[in-house]
Each structure stands twice: as C-alpha cells, then as structure tokens.
Nanobody
Framework: QVQPVESGGGLVQTGASLRLSCAPP?????????WGWFRQVPGKEHECVAAITQAVNSTYYLDSVKGRFTISGDNAKNTVNLQMNNLQIEDTARYYC????????????????WGQGTQVTVSA
C-alpha cells in the first residue's frame, strides 16, 4: 500500500453528519507527525480543512469548519478520522488525507501525491 485509503463519504442533506476515515500506508504515521484532511472541488486547488499532530495533541481547522468538524487519530487502528457535523452545501467536495506541513497560515500535502479520496455531497 503506497497511498492513504479514504472512506466514509456519501450523499447527505444539509445538517447531517458523516465520519471520514483514512488509513495511511503502514508505518507512515510514524514518519510524518502531522496528518491532514484536504478537500477539492473541480477547478480549484486542494484546501486543508483540518490537521492533527498527535504527539503534541495539536489541531488546525479551516475557519469555515470550526465547531463542526473534529479531526482525531486512532493509534490502535492506525487511522486518521474526520467527524463532520452540520454539513453544509459548501462542504461538497472530494476529501483526501495526506501528511501535512505548515505553509504560512495553512497546511499543505508534503508528499505531493493523493489517494483516491472519498466524495462528500451535501444537498439541500
């Protein structure tokens, strides 16, 4: 396994919840201290919606998802999860996880490659 495997997306109505799960490649969580969830809509760049550095219990959230999304790591299962509550139409995107590095006020993918992602579609 080379790429992370994302799952948990779906088609939901506004106000609903989804829980995304990411399984990084074996051993990668120990190499990269920070993992993030990113999303992309057609024609736009990936944006980081949340990131976690488990060793220091530090998290980052995009302003528009603060209070609605929660990122967490499960060491036992080697997964990085994103709980998304009160989903809005503007959350519609394909979601990816990747190791993250700080760039200015946001986080970017440090390995410059993406898994298949998982689609989240929010309807009115």
């Amino acid at each position: 396994q080379v790429q992370p495997v994302e799952s948990g997306g779906g088609l939901v109505q506004t106000g609903a919840s989804l829980r995304l799960s990411c399984a990084p490649p074996s051993g990668r969580t120990s190499v990269f201290p920070t993992w993030g969830w990113f999303r992309q809509v057609p024609g736009k760049e990936h944006e980081c919606v949340a990131a976690i550095t488990q060793a220091v219990n530090s998290t980052y959230y995009l302003d528009s998802v603060k209070g609605r999304f929660t990122i967490s790591g499960d060491n036992a299962k080697n997964t990085v999860n994103l709980q998304m509550n009160n989903l809005q139409i503007e959350d519609t995107a394909r979601y990816y996880c990747a190791p993250a590095g700080r760039l200015g006020s946001t986080w970017v993918n440090v390995i410059n490659s993406w898994g298949q992602g998982t689609q989240v579609t929010v309807s009115a």
